[in-house]
């Protein structure tokens, strides 16, 4: 996009969720994100890209309320900065945690297809094999799920804040959906062999906690972006509340069952 086409969207006063988006099918286009900073690091000076978008919409906030009184001015761009910045969080945090859960995710299927194999293999088996091999078997389908899961969440997230378009780079995309494919494959293989094996059916699993897991996970990515945003924007103490929060309900309710509490929630 060229720097007079730009400028000239931005006049049209773009949302930040516009902004965004213009600057994501930018990254996008380079597949992944390493050729994408190369090409950042190449220019002379280098403009790292939440600068540029803080300042286009500084300047499309006050484009549009030209000539509004100051302090309405001055309200309009610190909202329009803050939701920018908070969408720039939001899709380096989908990234970030799809990346990490593919490279996990791999792992994990590497050592429960062995430890199937290994409990499936031919020569005699042990009295507990057909217990083992229905915890694997249920370890496996939980994982479909827990993919399932994060890919919804996301989904809703992107919805919700980036008007359904696609955060994650199209290489990364690519990766998931080739490891929540493996993840279901061997997940089959291990119900058919437990079948084979006799063991007793997996239990369905419960709409409610699946759901209840998919509104943890969207608050796993908006959360921490919520708080990034106003840390990097000097509101500190805002931002604090809101991670306390958010690692309240991680941790402290699996330990001691505290709920987090009223004002915590409101942030």
Not at 56 to 63: I, L, N, P, Q, S
């Amino acid at each position: 996009m060229t720097l007079d086409r730009r400028l000239a969207q931005i006049d049209e006063a773009l949302t930040p969720t516009q902004l965004v988006l213009c600057w994501l099918a930018e990254a996008h286009a380079y597949g992944d994100p390493v050729p994408y900073v190369n090409s950042l690091l190449a220019q002379d000076p280098p403009v790292a890209p939440l600068d540029r978008l803080a300042r286009e919409a500084v300047h499309g906030a006050r484009t549009a309320m030209r000539g509004k009184r100051p302090e309405l001015v001055d309200a309009a761009v610190r909202s329009t900065l803050r939701e920018t910045v908070f969408r720039y969080e939001l899709v380096l945090r989908i990234n970030v945690v799809a990346h990490e859960l593919v490279g996990r995710e791999g792992l994990i299927d590497a050592a429960l297809s062995a430890r199937v194999a290994l409990v499936t293999g031919e020569g005699k088996r042990e009295p507990k094999d057909r217990e083992r091999l229905g915890t694997l078997r249920d370890l496996l389908l939980f994982r479909v799920s827990e993919l399932h899961a994060d890919g919804e969440a996301r989904a809703l997230v992107e919805q919700r804040y980036l008007d359904g378009h696609a955060a994650l780079f199209p290489d990364l995309a690519t990766a998931w959906a080739e490891q929540v494919r493996s993840t279901e494959i061997i997940a089959a293989m291990a119900v058919r062999l437990a079948e084979l094996e006799g063991v007793p059916p997996a239990v369905p699993p419960d709409p409610d906690v699946l759901s209840e897991r998919t509104a943890e996970l969207v608050a796993d990515l908006v959360e921490p972006a919520k708080a990034e945003t106003l840390e990097k924007l000097g509101e500190g103490r805002q931002a604090l509340g809101i991670a306390a929060a958010w690692m309240r309900t991680k941790v402290l309710p699996e330990i001691a069952g505290i709920a987090p509490s009223e004002s915590e929630r409101q942030n």
